[in-house]
């Protein structure tokens, strides 16, 4: 009996929506973005980098996001910076580039390293396969224009990834979950979507509505999340972000996102690029040993947005087997009834 085609897309899509932490911000932002895009987020975003990045090309790949009242990085954002960082690394050839707030940058470091991943400085070895640089975008506002414009002149990136990359309000405003302003310690990344044109394609994953590409439901966002349209400073517009991306990725853990467009893009280049249960674990040991925090629970545990270790590893697990069940594993014929 042959086994209907599965559609890895929004089997994929479904898993990584799950509130399994029951935070309640994910189903009302993942059915706006679903209405907007279809149910296939991180395909789109998988298709876009195949045909989009070149051989050679930069991706410059955005996260970081410090949790107040330390202003210490979460255990959120670097995973799946690294899981994007190697499947365009090892899928598309092309050079990855982490850029974090700077006193997240030796938290990346180590999660890219115990992730699998090289650390090298910017280009300095992009012939080499799993490879990855980490560096600051800075959180002061000239500087960070500064640096916006260095990176498009010298480096032109073909395409910019955020993976819970906190995200300015309608008026320029950065908050954290509670409606707090966190704007002074965050990298400004505004600097850089300001100056990015069409030709740059854009790639966002978030899972609480004040992410970087959530002005793709900038309205839901405002009206369904707490503190969406009415922050607790004195800006008084919300925590909704309003840069859009052209693609939004929703994601229960944003990490899990960039876990999605790993998967569907080994789907893409039949090229197995998602990394394995085991360095997921690692990554996020590695990364609370390098002082990362989980941000809703706090403390140094390898947990990440109140969810232990072992839930991570599962979500791991359960990618591979949705990827495995369709392409690698079809090959030694029809499965048995
Ligand atoms: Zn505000």
Not at 88 to 103: M, Q, R, S, T, Y
Not at 114 to 124: E, I
Not at 137 to 157: G, H, K, M, N, T
Request: one cysteine or more.
């Amino acid at each position: 009996m042959t086994q209907p085609e599965k559609d890895v897309a929004t089997i994929v899509d479904d898993l990584i929506t799950t509130d399994i932490g029951g935070r309640d911000t994910i189903y009302p932002i993942a059915a706006a973005a679903r209405e907007k895009q279809g149910t296939n987020p991180a395909m789109q975003a998988a298709e876009r980098l195949t045909t989009d990045v070149g051989r050679g090309d930069v991706v410059l790949v955005l996260t970081g996001f410090l949790i107040p009242p330390t202003m210490i990085q979460e255990t959120d954002g670097p995973l799946g910076a690294v899981s994007v960082a190697r499947a365009v690394d090892i899928g598309l050839d092309a050079n990855a580039i982490i850029a974090c707030e700077p006193n997240a940058v030796e938290i990346c470091k180590a999660t890219a390293t115990a992730g699998g991943l090289n650390v090298l400085d910017r280009m300095s070895n992009y012939e080499s396969k799993q490879t990855v640089s980490v560096e600051a975008f800075p959180a002061d506002q000239d500087e960070a224009r500064e640096y916006a414009e260095e990176v498009i002149s010298e480096l032109d990136p073909a395409v910019v990834i955020a993976i819970e990359k906190v995200g300015p309000n309608r008026v320029g405003v950065y908050h954290n979950m509670a409606g707090y302003n966190i704007t002074e310690h965050t990298a400004k990344v505004d600097e850089l979507y300001e100056l990015l044109d069409d030709s740059v394609t854009t790639i966002a994953v978030g899972d609480a509505g004040n992410e970087v590409g959530m002005g793709v439901v900038e309205e839901t966002v405002r009206r369904e999340i707490k503190y969406g349209s009415s922050c607790q400073c004195d800006c008084d517009e919300g925590i909704a972000a309003a840069v859009s991306a052209d693609v939004l990725v929703p994601a229960t853990v944003s990490n899990w996102g960039g876990h999605a467009i790993a998967t569907c893009l080994s789907e893409l280049v039949g090229t197995p690029l998602l990394h394995d249960a085991e360095l997921e674990r690692r990554m996020l040991i590695e990364a609370s040993m390098a002082g990362s925090i989980d941000g809703i629970v706090g403390g140094t545990n390898a947990w990440c947005d109140g969810l232990p270790t072992h839930v991570h590893v599962a979500i791991i697990e359960l990618l591979h087997e949705i990827s495995r069940s369709s392409v690698h594993d079809r090959g030694g014929g029809e499965l048995a009834r």
